[in-house]
């Protein structure tokens, strides 16, 4: 059972309690999981869908769990109504059948009435509430998969992001970027349901929250934290507080492959009108014009695309308001608006749960209501009480009616995340649509710098003079860093910055910054030195001086190959909890499996933490998924230096498999434990294997490499013919020419027959060391290539005029093979000396019968027999034994 898997999960001490767990313990039973079997059984215990499901199946399999639950609510209502009515049932027996209407409304258990208070009274109010859900639930109304693209959000999935430093920027509404792709398809979910908290100390925070979880999604919110830090309050805002809980439920997702973005119709006219201004403008007011003219673009239409995963479902909101209150009172009114939120959420389930001691109106079907303190405070600390919603039916401010339509009308849908996965708009022209410009290059680097002139983000790289005095200045930089005394002085990090900005200012990206200076050893030390002397004796500006230096390093201390204490350093700048591991160098496949290890124990540490919240570990996935797939790269990078072609192959299939988008350089779906440990362990058993079998032979191990590239898959699902097609093509081009003679025979073989179970067997063949009937190719070449060796010894051995004695060792050296076979199958006796009648009876009785032989030691007659005949069915000769 998984209860003894994770301990952490509490109460999860039997069958039963598994079929209570939600959406938030799976992730802590996921981090325990060890074969993909336990992850689909799990998922299917908590009722979590194969996100592979197509969209017809994972409806008909809600619309039937949704009318299962609807018709146990009923049976127990029904019983529950005869148990009150005959007074003859006890105390306990009451509750048990409460309870098991509670849980088919599907009622979190922090919600259900305390055993003191019977639910008689309201037992009519609960026949109304799943009147209503069932009712919902016979008006649902599908739409194709195209048409939910088209329509969730107002078609936000299709729309592109303005990506700058401001949220304003990100959060704005932008015309259609892209069209529907082709064959598109959508998923069932990544991600199971949540209910979250937040709480905010103005308005402001609230509303940027909300706005950037409904126009940027789950991914982006809750990994930047979007509108959740405190900004500057005005005084009229000294005085507020917003606690909100949200119901967070994905339906269905889809991921945008890179060769299916291409441009809307509108978005590509506008950029074709560019190219074209650019032609016909002189060449000096063509900065001017491309700048102008490309914030119009970004402006209307963004600079990127949202990859995805996206997620199409709704999102419940309850939200607690307090205002007008003095700073002493802030935690009293904290905990009192906590308490009305509680009572009402439980009463928007069903409008008949009520929490003790807490009075709140809730008799009206309204999305807003008011608690007063029980005090009896005035009339400006009263808890303002409201719901909304983001996607489902808008008439109800009940979530289990609410719910029911959105579960049962795809109609409904938002987008509710958009993923962390952005690609810029010059990438999409310069892949997909090279033949709609008349320079794509040109147009795309046109594109990119108007870009990184407009928002001062770097995106380019940099050649020539300016890369060479780039450098230069760096060098010197280092040498006047060797010099410095070591003090904390925070005229030295200004220094620093000043550099880093002016190299910024020429260079136009941070290569030279990461590749020359922080990565110096003496540029280090003096971080690192810096670090040590502050915790030693925190001077009075520590505050100034963590500002300095995570200005100076945050984010491209990660780049860096070899910085071993830049964990240790960005540990204390931030003072983060939970910190994640620093991206190492990765120079063998060992740092890579060290790497993927900590990204594991990462996860864990925040899944594990007391108090963990959801968001918190979808947070550390991210981290960890984006550093995982800068381990990789690394990796990729060293074996293509060294040029292991064949190690870079391994480690691409297996990441692929898992993910990772070369292209990219990460992965484009979040890792969990699972993916992490299926990576671990393909890594460490595959490359045992691969250099084995490369000790053994060239023809074996790459036998290995492509058995593997057909067949490896995280889900253990069989891979289709036609993503084994990929991967062959795929692997021939990465190798080219240095496949051994075994395997190209092979290969041209199944070309023109394309049957991948001869190709498979004869790979499995290859790896055991039989070069069987699966190269008959090769062998027809081998025996042509022997006779002719032989032809051409005859013919010297007849020309020659040396003695009998170098006639008999040439002799020799030809039989040398023949000779050797026949010691093996014990036939030296027999042959080739002179046989007699006797001899020549025993090898005719043993194979006198058209069958194969069935024992060991009759095959060397058969064979011999054969031999003597010429007969050309020696080649195929097998044993068969007929009791096995």
């Known amino acids: 059972g998984w209860w003894i898997l994770a301990p952490q999960t509490e109460g999860v001490k039997s069958r039963e309690a598994l079929t209570h767990l939600q959406y938030e313990d799976y992730l802590k039973l996921e981090c325990e999981v060890r074969y993909p079997w336990e992850t689909r059984a799990l998922r299917k215990l908590l009722k979590l869908t194969d996100n592979k499901a197509t969209f017809e199946e994972l409806q008909k399999e809600r619309s039937e769990m949704t009318k299962q639950r609807q018709e146990a609510a009923k049976l127990a209502l029904k019983e529950l109504k005869e148990m009150h009515k005959s007074r003859s049932y006890s105390k306990d027996a009451i509750r048990q059948k409460e309870e098991a209407l509670w849980q088919a409304m599907e009622i979190p258990k922090e919600y259900w009435a305390p055993p003191e208070k019977s639910l008689v009274d309201m037992l009519e109010s609960i026949q109304k509430q799943l009147e209503k859900q069932e009712l919902s639930v016979g008006r649902g109304e599908n739409v194709s998969d195209t048409e939910v693209l088209r329509r969730a959000s107002g078609g936000l999935a299709l729309q592109g992001i303005y990506r700058t430093s401001s949220l304003t920027d990100m959060l704005a509404k932008r015309d259609q970027i892209i069209r529907v792709p082709d064959g598109f398809q959508l998923a069932g979910p990544e991600q199971g349901s949540l209910l979250e908290r937040k709480e905010f100390s103005s308005s402001a925070a609230e509303a940027a929250f909300t ?141 008949f749960v009520v929490s003790v001691g807490v009075d709140v109106d809730v008799s009206k079907s309204s999305s807003r209501a008011s608690f007063q303190g029980r005090d009896g405070r005035s009339a400006h600390t009263a808890v303002q009480l409201y719901v909304t919603s983001t996607g489902g039916p808008s008439e109800t401010d009940s979530l289990p009616q609410w719910k029911s339509g959105l579960v049962t009308s795809n109609t409904t849908w938002c987008v509710i995340d958009r993923g962390f996965q952005l690609i810029p708009v010059w990438d999409i022209i310069l892949h997909n649509h090279s033949s709609d410009f008349k320079t794509v290059y040109q147009m795309s680097s046109s594109l990119r710098a108007a870009y990184e002139a407009l928002t001062d983000h770097s995106v380019g790289t940099m050649f020539g003079e300016e890369l060479v005095s780039a450098v230069e200045e760096a060098r010197a930089l280092v040498e006047c860093v060797k010099a410095w005394e070591m003090t904390v002085d925070e005229r030295k990090l200004l220094t620093l ?98 790497t993927l290890l900590e990204m ?6 925040v899944t594990y933490a007391s108090e963990t919240s959801a968001s918190a570990i979808h947070e550390a996935k991210i981290k960890a998924t984006l550093t995982a797939g800068l381990a990789v790269y690394s990796l990729l990078q060293f074996l293509q230096e060294r040029a292991e072609k064949d190690i870079e192959l391994l480690v691409l299939l297996i990441t692929t498999s898992t993910g990772y988008q070369v292209e990219r350089n990460t992965f484009q779906y979040l890792l969990g434990c699972p993916e992490i440990n299926f990576m671990i362990t393909e890594m460490q058993t595959g490359h045992k294997e691969y250099l084995s079998l490369k000790d053994q032979d060239a023809y074996r191990a790459q036998a290995f490499l492509l058995l593997t590239g057909l067949t490896v898959t995280q889900k253990n699902k069989k891979v289709s013919p036609e993503q084994k097609n990929e991967r062959l093509v795929f692997m021939e081009d990465h190798m080219k020419n240095l496949w051994s003679t075994e395997i190209k025979a092979l290969l041209e073989k199944h070309r023109p027959l394309k049957d991948w179970e001869m190709l498979e067997s004869g790979l499995h063949s290859f790896i055991s060391g039989r070069l069987d009937d699966t190269c008959d190719d090769l062998k027809k070449h081998n025996i042509i290539k022997d006779m002719e060796d032989t032809f051409q010894r005859t013919e010297t051995s007849s020309e020659s005029k040396t003695d009998g004695g170098e006639s008999k060792a040439n002799q020799a050296i030809a039989n040398h093979e023949f000779l050797h076979l026949l010691r093996r199958l014990g036939l030296e006796s027999h042959y080739p000396r002179k046989m007699g009648t006797e001899d020549f009876h025993i090898i005719y009785k043993t194979s006198l019968h058209e069958s194969q032989p069935s024992k060991d030691n009759e095959l060397p007659f058969y064979f011999l027999q054969k031999l003597l005949t010429v007969d050309y069915r020696v080649r195929y000769l097998t044993c068969k034994d007929e009791s096995n």
């Open 497 to 594: 910055i000043e550099f880093k900005q002016n190299l910024n200012e020429k260079t136009k990206n941070h290569s030279v910054w990461i590749n020359v200076c922080l990565s110096d050893k003496a540029i280090q030390e003096f971080l690192v030195n810096t670090v040590l002397f502050c915790k030693k004796s925190p001077p009075e500006n520590i505050t100034y001086i963590k500002s300095l230096l995570r200005c100076l390093l945050d984010p491209h201390i990660y780049s860096v190959k070899d910085f071993p204490r830049s964990s240790f350093i960005m540990q204390w700048v931030f003072h983060t909890e939970h910190m994640l591991p620093e991206t190492p160098n990765v120079p063998e496949l060992d740092d890579l499996t060290k």
């Open 600 to 605: 594991k124990e990462h996860i864990q540490e």
């Open 211 to 351: 706005k950037s979880m409904e126009q940027l999604g789950f991914s982006i919110s809750v990994s930047a934290k979007a509108g959740s830090q405190t900004p500057h309050r005005s005084r009229s805002e000294q005085s507020y507080l917003c606690t909100t809980k949200y119901q967070y439920i994905p339906l269905a997702s889809c991921y945008f492959q890179k060769h299916q973005l291409h441009l809307s119709d509108a978005a590509l006219r506008e950029l074709q009108d560019i190219e074209h201004l650019l032609s016909i403008t002189q060449e000096a007011d063509k900065p001017n014009m491309l700048k102008s003219r490309c914030a119009s673009f970004f402006s209307r239409f963004g600079s990127h695309v949202n990859q995805g995963p996206l997620h199409f479902g709704g999102i419940f909101w309850w939200k607690a308001s307090m205002e007008g209150f003095s700073a002493e009172q802030r935690e009293e009114m904290k905990q009192q608006a906590s308490e009305a939120l509680n009572c009402y959420i439980g009463a928007s389930y069903s409008g």
